[in-house]
């Protein structure tokens, strides 16, 4: 079987009191768009200076294809990485920081980069100090989806990019994946991870609160039933799995169901039913789960 | 993310009435508040020093000979000034820590002011402070009353320490107030750069270049009789003129303090009229790309130090070609002088009258531009990493010691280049005025100090493995720091142990005499030394930023 693209065991890191990152145990396959979740300040870029070796752990480890995350020469060989916050050399243009980028790198294909560059619609010739925070990031995402590294490292990297230049972005990152890249994609945007992302972990105060596939983690999470009836209403409140129950108007019902169906099924089969609903909770809903109003 | 670096004051209580100016000033003096200290630590430490050790020095005949001799000495009258008033220990201390502190006063003036002020806003840090209440102009007067309280307080505790020291009150003033108005001038020239430049390099730089020129002048103005007027074109210049102890001359002074004026009024001006991380130089549009130098981490290392080695080279090369051309009428002058000449004999100065003996001396103070040229590079790569310019780099595939070994190399390499120029600019107008110095002892010359150079690096290198926020201070001990405790231990006649910790006391006068091989040894292997433990701290600590 071969080493996975990224692999944390352990993974701590203590500022003094603080504990940044606790114990993270993480796995992302060779090839798979893997979100990365949580509010800010949960870890999530902590975890990731870590997993680049711009930090070191206080304990445990973290591997890129199998190579220590310290040897940063060889396991940056198979990563590219864009930071959260760009920060380019002032007074190089953008032309100036993709070449160099390019030539340090871990290997470019030029041509896709030229491509990159127009669907970005970034402008080249200007200095970098000229910039705004999303044409920074533009910079650094051409520069990172260009490389051949089986391995891209994002953070947060659309927080400063419109909608237009955000559907560039997923659009990238599925390229990415048909090409056979691991795309590890730090977030707190919901939508673009419900988007481009096939497994994601969620983050919570340093720890791993869940690691699932889309589709399992809503499973894990309620459903809404809307149902409006004619008659009596049926009688919920002792389900198990059926909560919240409420009465929207006259001959309506709204409950929320987790588990298995079974039971409130065949409760519901008791009355005169006109109309049932049932909806899948929004990736946001299965979030505002996790960190409820105490979200930090 | 790091949580955890709110600072406990951020989490103040909520203020009643909010005081948006007051709060601007707390930032702005909490940005100055140690360097600040340092800078009005070190003028009335070393003011203190000197008074308080001048009639105990006087008072031995040999150590009054070797000052007398070193006032003799033409390459110390260049750097120093023209000696005046000797005879007082308030005169005395003027003419040998006076130039000094007014130079570090003015450049600390000068990198603060852009430092907090374009450096902060192009870092963005202003956007946030202007969208409240305050304007670009308060936000501006408010944080140049910060950087100008500390040349005013550096100037208040020199005259106090020398009014206690019981020197004359009128040259007291006149000395402290000088000082203090050549630091509030410069904070002016810099702000005025800062609004002028889009960019905190492009600020500093010629903010810079008007204090080297300032200082040239002055030299020039000591050393020409009939250029003597340059003096009243320079703010240096103008303390001289107003004579502390001397003549006690005020309008000089007053000169200084309405160019200030000038100047700061006009900073306050532009920054009324220029956009927010605009200057009034607009910063340039389009251009093609220039690739050259980017292909490889070393190559961009020494792009990056290209443009301002040429500032750094060309104030050098300036000041030494001046060197060379004066050469030959300077020593004449000691030649024509034997009872001068034999007094600095005497004293260990021997071969002043030759051109060889004359700019061995200037040769070796060459440590401190390129020792403090390796230091200001060191601090540009930690500001690099806090500024998180250097995290795309460091996420390439390259070792952290790759990363810093290439910073090293540039640096070296260009502080190699700057002596050298040094050496060829002194030899040139030594030849252009028909003196005599072979360009090989030239460069054996220049090339003498360079292990000082070796130990700034290495002990930048170290501070940046171990210490990072101190990488200026502790890059700038050995040249400047040395040169410092070397003029100090002589003025107050320490003991041998004390002037023997400066590197400067085992650098021997090339090209007058031989190097001293096994002091330049010692001192390029502590800068090995230092460099490979600093390393070894930035190959396994955390990236700033």
């Known amino acids: ?296 | 993310m790091s949580a955890g670096i709110l600072s406990p004051t951020a989490a103040a209580r909520p203020a009643a009435a909010p005081a948006p100016g007051r709060a601007v000033t707390g930032l702005a003096v909490r940005q100055v508040r140690r360097g600040g200290l340092i800078v009005v630590v070190l003028a009335a430490g070393m003011t203190a020093l000197v008074t308080a050790t001048y009639a105990q020095v006087m008072a031995d005949p040999a150590a009054a000979g070797s000052l007398a001799a070193l006032a003799g000495n033409p390459a110390i009258r260049i750097l120093f000034g023209a000696p005046a008033g000797l005879d007082t220990a308030g005169g005395f201390t003027v003419w040998r820590v006076g130039t000094f502190v007014a130079v570090l006063s003015a450049a600390w003036s000068i990198l603060t002011t852009t430092r907090i002020t374009r450096g902060e806003e192009d870092a963005g840090r202003w956007d946030i402070l202007l969208s409240g209440r305050v304007t670009v102009r308060e936000l501006l007067i408010r944080h140049l009353a910060a950087v100008g309280s500390v040349p005013v307080a550096a100037g208040s505790a020199i005259t106090g320490v020398l009014l206690v020291a019981g020197t004359a009150p009128a040259g007291a003033l006149t000395h402290g107030a000088g000082t203090a108005l050549l630091g509030v001038f410069f904070v002016a020239v810099a702000a005025l750069t800062a609004q002028i430049f889009p960019a905190r390099s492009a600020a500093t730089g010629t903010a810079v270049a008007v204090l080297g020129a300032g200082l040239l002048a002055r030299m020039i103005g000591d050393g020409v009789t009939w250029l003597r007027w340059l003096h009243w074109l320079s703010p240096f210049g103008l303390l001289t003129r107003s004579g502390p102890y001397v003549t006690n001359n005020w309008p000089p002074l007053l000169i200084l303090l309405a160019a200030a004026t000038v100047v700061a009024v006009l900073a306050l001006a532009a920054a009324g009229r220029r956009e927010v991380r605009g200057g009034l130089v607009a910063s340039g549009s389009g251009r093609h790309p220039r690739l050259r130098m980017l292909g490889s981490l070393e190559a961009f290392a020494v792009r990056r130090a290209l443009r301002p080695f040429t500032g750094w080279a060309l104030g050098i090369v300036a000041y030494y070609l001046l060197i060379g051309t004066t050469a030959v009428s300077i020593t004449g002058f000691l030649k024509d002088n034997p009872a001068l000449a034999g007094q600095a004999a005497a004293a260990g100065f021997g071969g002043l009258g030759s051109i060889a003996g004359f700019t061995s001396t200037l040769f070796a103070i060459l440590a401190i531009p390129a020792g403090g040229f390796t230091a200001v590079r060191m601090v540009a790569f930690v500001t690099a990493e806090t500024d998180r310019r250097l995290t795309l780099l460091a996420a390439q595939p390259v070792t952290r010691i790759r990363l810093i070994g290439a910073e090293i190399a540039a640096t070296a390499t260009t502080a190699a280049a700057l002596v050298t120029m040094a050496g060829l600019a002194t030899w040139a107008g030594i030849l252009a005025v028909g003196g005599d110095l072979d360009l090989i002892a030239a460069l054996r010359g220049v090339w003498n100090p360079l292990p000082i150079v070796a130990l700034s690096l290495g002990a930048a290198v170290f501070a940046i493995g171990w210490v990072p926020r101190w990488t200026g201070v502790i890059g700038a001990l050995p040249a400047t720091g040395g040169f410092l405790l070397l003029v100090l231990a002589e003025s107050v006649g320490a003991p041998g142990w004390v002037r023997d910790a400066s590197p400067f006391a085992h650098l021997a006068p090339v090209p007058l005499t031989n190097v001293n091989w096994a002091g330049s040894a010692v001192m390029l292997t502590v800068s090995v030394l230092l460099a490979v433990a600093g390393a070894a701290g930035y190959r396994r600590r955390d990236l700033r930023s």
């Open chain 1, 1 to 296: 079987m071969p080493a996975p693209a990224l692999r944390t065991v352990e993974l701590t890191k203590r500022y003094g009191r603080l504990t940044a990152v606790d114990r993270l145990n993480l796995d992302v396959q060779p090839g798979e768009v893997f979100g990365f979740l949580g509010p800010n300040g949960a870890g999530k870029s902590t975890t990731i200076r870590l997993l680049l070796g711009l930090a070191r752990p206080s304990a445990g480890r973290a591997e890129v294809f199998g190579v220590d995350a310290a040897d940063v020469a060889r396991a940056h060989l198979s990563l590219a990485y864009v930071p959260a916050e760009v920060s380019l050399w002032p007074q190089l243009t953008g032309a100036e920081i993709l070449h160099l980028q390019a030539r340090t790198g871990p290997g470019t294909d030029l041509a896709y980069r030229d491509e990159l560059v127009a669907r970005f619609a970034l402008d080249l010739s200007k200095p970098a100090r000229t910039y705004s925070t999303g044409n920074r990031q533009k910079v650094a995402l051409i520069a990172a989806f260009a490389t051949r590294a089986p391995l891209l490292v994002l953070d947060e990297p659309t927080s400063g990019l419109d909608p237009l230049m955000e559907r560039e972005f997923r659009a990238a990152v599925r390229q990415a994946r048909d090409r056979g890249q691991a795309v590890f994609l730090s977030s707190h945007q919901l939508a673009e991870v419900e988007a481009v992302c096939d497994r994601v972990a969620i983050l919570r105060a340093g720890r791993l609160a869940e690691v699932a596939t889309l589709g399992r983690l809503r499973n894990l999470h309620r459903s809404e039933v809307t149902i409006s009836y004619t008659g009596t209403p049926p009688q919920l409140s002792t389900i198990p799995g059926v909560d919240a129950v409420e009465a929207t108007g006259d001959g309506r019902l709204r409950f929320t169901l987790h588990g298995s169906p079974g039971a409130a099924l065949q409760a519901l089969a008791g009355a005169d039913l006109t109309a049932l609903t049932v909806r899948e909770p929004s990736l946001e809903e299965v979030f505002l789960d996790y960190y409820g109003t105490d979200a930090r």
